[in-house]
């Protein structure tokens, strides 16, 4: 997926199994207990914005794995505005002890893939007015962001960004 750093981000895709009624999605709707969500989160452009070039936003578009249709293309519904880019490690266990994996690399593993048990998510977010107080004073030009450093292209554009991360961790996980 796109952002507004270095033209890509992260996109996680997330499955689950409802166990009762009256919960919600990431959008809003309703679940009924037994249906099975799929949920995915992505960057895209803020349309909305009336900003100039328009900023990104993350999104996340819900489905029911009995309607699939238009899963890739959905825009979904912006939870978070004016993300400059996205990133997600998988953190995972086996007999050889716990290791962190960017989602190409644990794609890439050949044999039998070693069970998840953490998510780390970050998120790259830039305010939404510029300070003229503060748009003298230099910002930085590069963020550590998990795996990875991103540089941002403007850095000194007036607007205060923070690296905010998360590690989400899966107590019903199987496995050894």
């Known amino acids: 997926d796109a952002s507004s ?11 689950y199994q409802v166990l009762q009624d009256g919960l919600r999605d990431c959008e809003g709707n309703t679940i009924a207990a037994s249906d099975v969500v799929i949920e ?3 960057l895209r452009q803020d349309l909305l914005s009336s900003e100039t070039p328009k900023p990104y936003a993350l ?3 819900a489905f029911r794995l009995a309607t699939l249709a238009g899963a890739n293309t959905a825009q979904g519904s912006i939870i978070m505005s004016r993300v400059d880019d996205f990133s997600v490690v998988l953190g995972t266990s086996n007999a050889a002890g716990w290791r962190y994996y960017d989602l190409k ?13 953490t998510v780390r998510l970050a998120a790259l977010v830039r305010s939404s ?3 003229p107080s503060t748009k003298g004073i230099k910002k930085a030009a ?8 991103v540089a941002v292209p403007n850095p000194n554009d007036g607007y ?6 998360s590690t989400v961790s899966f107590r019903n ?3 050894g």
Do not use: H, W
Request: proline share 2%; hydrophobic share 40%.
């Open 5 to 15: 750093v270095d033209g890509k981000s992260d996109q996680l895709v997330i499955q």
């Open 40 to 42: 995915r989160y992505f």
């Open 59 to 61: 999104a996340c578009a």
């Open 105 to 117: 690399a644990y794609k890439d593993l050949a044999g039998a893939k070693p069970n998840i048990r």
């Open 129 to 131: 007015n510029i300070d």
């Open 142 to 149: 590069t963020y550590a962001f998990l795996n990875e450093t």
């Open 160 to 165: 205060a960004r923070r690296v905010f991360m």
């Open 173 to 175: 996980s199987l496995g």
